[in-house]
């Protein structure tokens, strides 16, 4: 009888396995956007919640009928999947945390711990490596990240020994690129998060401005789409520093209680016992808020890597069709630049600005080609056409790969918040003016980076300057300048980052007393993180405006479109000023024009 009912037990085991596994592999390639898929995933979740609530409730008898453990962590580890791509859809910082919770369990549960015997398993444990780090970085569990690194690096090499036979050569590569993903990303351990803090980035005695602000329209970010592309970029997985960097800076740190885990206990069916919003007893209920109270909702984001044009245009098509009332869409490009021009019959399709002759276009073309750079720089800002130039979002010489101002034009029947870090930026000026029924925000990059040593740095090992002063701007200016903090300096840095703090807090309130501000700009003040992003651009246009003579301005300095008040320019005292405090605190005075 024992032997029969453990039979059942199997049997109904297994047939969970497969209607999970069946209904997993039907999400798995789903894209990260559009609002319409997300009623499956509650099916998904439902079918693994009563596959794990099972093999808790029967684990002697599976085990005594062959059940093994790294089958354990094939379960833990599609749940902790399913968890991360449901934060890559939604933005949830809920999501993120348990699939750290799961991962993290099957990490100190050594779930697959022994099992070399078969190469098919041992890709399993790889995999779940790769995914714990990936998410390990999202959340900087820096300490866990250094952790995963060593104990990835070594099951590559006991792989390498163990299956002789078989090519690794992708998993050393995956290997070299977290490790220089984090070399780069290095910060101090001084730095303030990437995320929104309210602790660092709400300024309270601006608080009474931005309530009485009001503008004809109150826009608020809803969806932001991010790309990037340079060769040899820094990266790991499919995500690039500049879209790791950006990604966070357009979320809210959560606080400190929502972080809080109590502690875990194990118990010997190897379930945890754990009570906290994270809960170690797995227990997946999407019906259960574990939003953090204090915080609004993070806007969601799609990161889109190495797509060609037209899937981009999708993607953002997508988007706008469905972005909600009221609100503004960020898009964030970064890649490199080049001056081409499209077929009049992609003019046309785009529903952009079409050429007026196609002789004249040929003959600056040429021109263009045989001019000197400082030349090259002053015709990509001053360029009125739509399709003069444009951004590789993959290698040169594939036309799929060409992004043109023009592209965009379609999208301006809806709220735009359009960020270019390029060496071609400037190109997308022409959009101001050619919108489709909204005005479109642009914080356009600088065409070339600044540097105190340029030999010492190369923007493919460091990522793109302008996006790091948009979402680390002290980093950026030590970069800058060739400064490097010791953590043992606490003081000095900290001092810096409050210099900062003030400098942005009597920035707000001149933005929002302004009578000169743009509507483009005064509908998504009132948004904080589009409100950091505009005070942190003020910042990185002002340092290197002194950081550079007016006549390498064209070419050095980042511009937005339309401009900004006066009030906050580099010339005005206020915001020169705050530069020059900064450069005096930390005794790099010398790098910056003080008249």
């Given at each position: ?247 966070q800076c357009l979320e809210w740190e959560p606080s400190g209680s929502f972080y809080q885990k109590r502690p875990v206990e194990s118990i010997e069916n190897g ?149 270019i870090d390029s060496d071609a930026s400037h190109a997308f000026k022409v959009l101001h003016g050619a919108e489709r029924g909204e005005s479109v925000a642009l ?79 005064a509908q998504v003040l009132s948004d904080p993180l589009l409100r950091r992003l505009i005070l942190r651009f003020i910042l990185c246009r002002a340092m290197l ?51």
């Amino acid at each position: 009888m024992s032997t029969t009912a453990d039979d059942d037990v199997s049997k109904t085991f297994r047939a969970l396995v497969e209607s999970a596994d069946r209904k997993f592999a039907r999400v798995r390639d789903v894209p990260a956007y559009g609002r319409a898929q997300n009623r499956y995933f509650h099916k998904v979740f439902k079918a693994y919640m009563r596959l794990w609530k099972f093999q808790q409730e029967n684990r002697a008898r599976l085990v005594e009928s062959g059940l093994q453990r790294w089958e354990i962590g094939e379960i833990a580890s599609r749940i902790g999947q399913l968890y991360f791509g449901q934060y890559m859809r939604s933005s949830e910082a809920r999501f993120l945390l348990e699939a750290y919770v799961f991962y993290e369990g099957i990490l100190n549960r050594g779930y697959f711990l022994g099992s070399v015997k078969e190469i098919t398993i041992r890709y399993k444990e790889l995999r779940f490596y790769a995914r714990f780090l990936l998410v390990s970085l999202l959340l900087n569990r820096h300490e866990m990240v250094r952790v995963l690194v060593e104990k990835f690096r070594a099951l590559v090499d006991d792989s390498k020994a163990t299956f002789p036979e078989t090519n690794l050569k992708e998993w050393k590569q995956v290997v070299q690129e977290v490790v220089r993903f984090i070399r780069t990303d290095a910060s101090s351990a001084n730095a303030r998060p990437l995320r929104y803090c309210a602790k660092f980035d709400s300024h309270p005695d601006t608080l009474p401005y931005i309530a009485r602000f009001h503008a004809k329209k109150v826009l608020k970010l809803q969806d932001a789409v991010l790309t990037s592309y340079h060769r040899n970029e820094v990266k790991f997985a499919e995500l690039t520093l500049d879209t790791y960097r950006m990604l966070q800076c357009l979320e809210w740190e959560p606080s400190g209680s929502f972080y809080q885990k109590r502690p875990v206990e194990s118990i010997e069916n190897g379930c945890l016992n754990d009570h906290s919003v994270t809960s170690g007893l797995i227990d997946i209920n999407l019906a259960v808020d574990l939003a953090d109270p204090i915080l609004p909702p993070n806007p969601k984001k799609v990161i889109v890597y190495r797509p060609t044009v037209t899937h981009l245009i999708a993607v953002i098509a997508t988007i706008c069709e469905e972005l909600p009332v009221d609100s503004v869409m960020l898009i964030y490009i970064s890649s490199s630049g080049t001056a081409g021009f499209a077929s009049d019959s992609q003019g046309e399709s785009s529903g952009g600005s079409r050429r007026s002759s196609k002789n004249k276009t040929v003959t600056q073309a040429a021109n263009d080609t045989n001019s000197s750079p400082e030349v090259h720089d002053r015709k990509i800002g001053c360029s009125d056409n739509c399709y003069d130039y444009h951004l590789s979002l993959g290698p040169r010489g594939n036309g799929s790969n060409n992004l043109y101002p023009g592209d965009l034009i379609p999208f301006t029947r809806k709220p735009l918040f359009l960020v270019i870090d390029s060496d071609a930026s400037h190109a997308f000026k022409v959009l101001h003016g050619a919108e489709r029924g909204e005005s479109v925000a642009l914080l356009l990059s600088p065409l070339r980076p600044s540097f105190k040593s340029p030999s010492r740095l190369d923007m493919t090992q460091s990522g793109s300057q302008f996006t790091f002063f948009l979402t680390a701007p002290l980093q950026a200016f030590c970069q800058l300048v060739g400064l490097t903090f010791p953590d043992q300096e606490t003081d000095v840095y900290e001092a810096a980052e409050n210099i900062i703090s003030t400098a942005f807090s009597k920035w707000e309130v001149i933005l929002c007393t302004s009578s000169s501000l743009d509507l483009v700009w005064a509908q998504v003040l009132s948004d904080p993180l589009l409100r950091r992003l505009i005070l942190r651009f003020i910042l990185c246009r002002a340092m290197l405006s002194l950081f550079h003579p007016p006549e390498e301005s064209d070419s050095r300095v980042p511009v937005c479109v339309p401009d900004l008040p006066k009030s906050v320019s580099p010339d005005s005292e206020v915001v020169r000023s705050t530069v020059l405090q900064l450069a005096d605190h930390l005794n790099v005075s010398g790098c910056f024009m003080h008249t």
